[in-house]
């Protein structure tokens, strides 16, 4: 098959952690054309998938770009949509998503694999506030409506969190590792930077298996304590966990969460809730993203291939 006969796919996002991961996968395949969608075609992200041979267009991820959106989606056989975390209020992720949506299908894009997540309110019965979650699973209750081809994956935990936003902090000889879960409780985890693109390739390969599927893309579950442990053992860096579970114990490590009160509410609703309520729904075979790709990185694997050793690293949306 040329180059020109191979299928195109738009990446939305494509410089965040999924979106990269997911057009990076596609290139190496040699299966897939690449239209990776940005804000900025002249970051070094969008640079570096150009570089792969991903065509880059100008498309923001944001409200208001119905017609860029269209522009961008036209002639491509599929897209993988995400919705990045917006301010938690007004359904704005949903709204978001919605009109991401609404573009691919006016573009006649044949086969959407949508990027989604429980909804918690629905679940909880209006009892946890997480929006994060709840607008992306509207999103997707949307796209099944829609006269599309259409699969989903959900992400669970990011690994990457704690590099990120939950970064530990040293306190003489040791590091502290300020966790937003208790110490025992056991949850999915996963890489997005690696993780995703497999899972997504694994899909649009097969679209008959995983029409109006929903793959949970998983690394890893384990608890708090296990990661502390682990990490010792793989750096040699002396650790201890720290609970930033309760909204006191998040505050006094991180102080600067405090200026968003509305990020705060969500943050702690989202850990609520998986531990409440189980992080993915009981029907999901949490097994299912490594048999489609073993070489899914587990924490010990990813403290090993990124040698972190708890300094603060950023890795893009």
């Known amino acids: 098959m040329s180059t020109e006969q191979m299928p195109l796919i738009a990446v939305v996002g494509a410089t965040s952690k999924q979106g990269r991961s997911v057009a990076t996968a596609l290139l190496k395949s040699k299966q897939y054309r690449v239209r990776a969608l940005t804000r900025n075609r002249y970051s070094v992200g969008a640079r570096s998938l150009a570089d792969l041979g991903a065509e880059v267009v100008v498309a923001p991820l944001g409200l208001g770009h119905e017609e860029d959106l269209v ?8 897209a993988y949509l995400m919705t990045p975390q917006l301010l938690p209020q007004d359904n704005a992720e949903f709204v978001l998503g919605k009109q991401l949506a609404d573009a691919a299908v006016e573009a006649g894009v044949g086969h959407i694999v949508f990027s989604t997540l429980e909804n918690v309110d629905k679940i909880s019965g209006g009892r946890k506030f997480t929006p994060h979650f709840t607008d992306k699973a509207l999103v997707a209750d949307y796209i099944r409506t829609l006269p599309i ?8 935990f990011f690994y990457t969190n704690l590099l990120e936003y939950y970064v530990p902090q040293m306190d003489g000889d040791t590091l502290l590792m300020p966790i937003y879960l208790p110490e025992d409780f056991r949850a999915p985890f996963v890489d997005p930077v690696t993780a995703t693109g497999p899972a997504v390739l694994s899909v649009l390969s097969d679209p008959h298996t995983f029409k109006g599927k929903t793959i949970p893309i998983v690394g890893d ?11 010792q053992r793989v750096t040699g860096v002396k650790a201890e966990y720290r609970s930033a579970f309760e909204r006191e114990e998040l505050l006094k490590f991180f102080p600067g969460f405090a200026a968003n009160e509305l990020l705060v509410d969500e943050l702690i ?9 189980g992080y993915f729904g009981k029907e999901h075979d949490l097994e299912w993203s490594r048999r489609l790709n073993p070489e899914t990185l587990s924490w010990e694997q990813f403290l090993k291939s990124t040698g972190w050793r708890g300094d603060k690293t950023q890795f893009g949306l």
């Open 71 to 78: 522009t961008a989606f036209r002639g491509a056989d599929g």
């Open 149 to 156: 081809t259409h699969s989903f994956v959900s992400l669970a």
């Open 221 to 231: 579950i384990l608890s708090p304590r296990e990661m502390v442990d682990t990490f």
């Open 269 to 277: 609703g989202m850990v609520e809730f998986a531990v409440e309520y």
